[in-house]
């Protein structure tokens, strides 16, 4: 049990999901986004904090033992924007947790890394990244910086590529990149407690039948996912109409972001 974890981005969409799981890792649940955070648990510890400013966020780590980081820019947009949250905000994150004791961090990178390669093609850690927009080049550097930390200074990081965390698919392409809320608190729990961890890449995925990712060079951490995406195909099937076989959707494991413009500043 952790004293004091992080959580980044908890007024986001993952992170007011898993959010109020969090007290089975920790005393304390230090709650932190540049958005409302709404009303405070007993247990947790509210802090309104831009991931730009890096006295506010060395302040915000400061007395944590572990961090989910969740926070920044979860979508394709403007460089601008991609470059404060998520490049200056992590160094800004990672540089406060090399002078506040080094806690363990679960940093959310993205599928977006490696959105390029197509559908029909399995992956394991030692891919060579493909990003597929600014998004996923962020999450890109953030895996890069996370290893230099690593190496440098022994910093230990999991590097969780999620696919898509949410409470069920909405999209073929889901089906085999969907990880269910309780999978991901599952593999929380599993990083955290490991008595090693180092920075591991990470495949944030449920036990899904058409998955494309290899998560055997981490199963020495015990997660097991137990949820498959299989249980919705006929749902979908019967909701929605499959998209082209030519379409970025049943293309590219990144799906439309492989598609997505350069959004221009203005």
């Given at each position: 049990?952790?004293?004091?974890?992080?959580?980044?981005?908890?007024?986001?969409?993952?992170?007011?999901?898993?959010?109020?799981?969090?007290?089975?890792?920790?005393?304390?649940?230090?709650?932190?986004?540049?958005?409302?955070?709404?009303?405070?648990?007993?247990?947790?510890?509210?802090?309104?904090?831009?991931?730009?400013?890096?006295?506010?966020?060395?302040?915000?780590?400061?007395?944590?033992?572990?961090?989910?980081?969740?926070?920044?820019?979860?979508?394709?947009?403007?460089?601008?924007?991609?470059?404060?949250?998520?490049?200056?905000?992590?160094?800004?994150?990672?540089?406060?947790?090399?002078?506040?004791?080094?806690?363990?961090?679960?940093?959310?990178?993205?599928?977006?890394?490696?959105?390029?390669?197509?559908?029909?093609?399995?992956?394991?850690?030692?891919?060579?990244?493909?990003?597929?927009?600014?998004?996923?080049?962020?999450?890109?550097?953030?895996?890069?910086?996370?290893?230099?930390?690593?190496?440098?200074?022994?910093?230990?990081?999991?590097?969780?590529?999620?696919?898509?965390?949410?409470?069920?698919?909405?999209?073929?392409?889901?089906?085999?990149?969907?990880?269910?809320?309780?999978?991901?608190?599952?593999?929380?729990?599993?990083?955290?407690?490991?008595?090693?961890?180092?920075?591991?890449?990470?495949?944030?995925?449920?036990?899904?039948?058409?998955?494309?990712?290899?998560?055997?060079?981490?199963?020495?951490?015990?997660?097991?996912?137990?949820?498959?995406?299989?249980?919705?195909?006929?749902?979908?099937?019967?909701?929605?109409?499959?998209?082209?076989?030519?379409?970025?959707?049943?293309?590219?494991?990144?799906?439309?972001?492989?598609?997505?413009?350069?959004?221009e500043e203005k």
């Amino acid at each position: 049990m952790l004293k004091r974890l992080l959580l980044t981005g908890a007024a986001g969409g993952l992170g007011r999901a898993i959010r109020p799981h969090l007290a089975r890792f920790a005393e304390t649940v230090r709650v932190s986004d540049i958005a409302d955070l709404g009303a405070v648990a007993p247990h947790e510890e509210a802090v309104r904090c831009d991931l730009s400013d890096a006295a506010a966020v060395r302040d915000l780590v400061a007395g944590c033992d572990g961090i989910v980081h969740l926070g920044g820019i979860s979508v394709e947009d403007k460089f601008s924007k991609i470059v404060g949250a998520n490049i200056v905000g992590l160094y800004n994150l990672y540089e406060a947790a090399r002078a506040e004791g080094q806690p363990r961090i679960l940093f959310a990178s993205s599928n977006h890394t490696i959105g390029f390669y197509r559908q029909d093609e399995h992956l394991d850690a030692a891919a060579p990244l493909r990003p597929d927009g600014l998004y996923g080049v962020s999450k890109c550097f953030g895996e890069a910086l996370a290893r230099m930390y690593f190496e440098k200074f022994g910093q230990e990081t999991a590097l969780v590529r999620i696919g898509s965390c949410m409470e069920k698919p909405t999209n073929y392409r889901m089906l085999s990149t969907w990880m269910s809320y309780e999978d991901f608190l599952a593999l929380i729990g599993c990083i955290f407690r490991a008595p090693r961890l180092g920075c591991p890449v990470i495949w944030g995925v449920s036990d899904n039948d058409t998955r494309w990712w290899d998560n055997s060079a981490v199963s020495y951490l015990g997660w097991r996912p137990r949820d498959n995406a299989e249980r919705f195909r006929a749902e979908l099937e019967a909701s929605l109409p499959r998209p082209a076989p030519d379409a970025p959707m049943a293309l590219y494991q990144g799906g439309q972001f492989t598609q997505d413009p350069i959004f221009e500043e203005k």
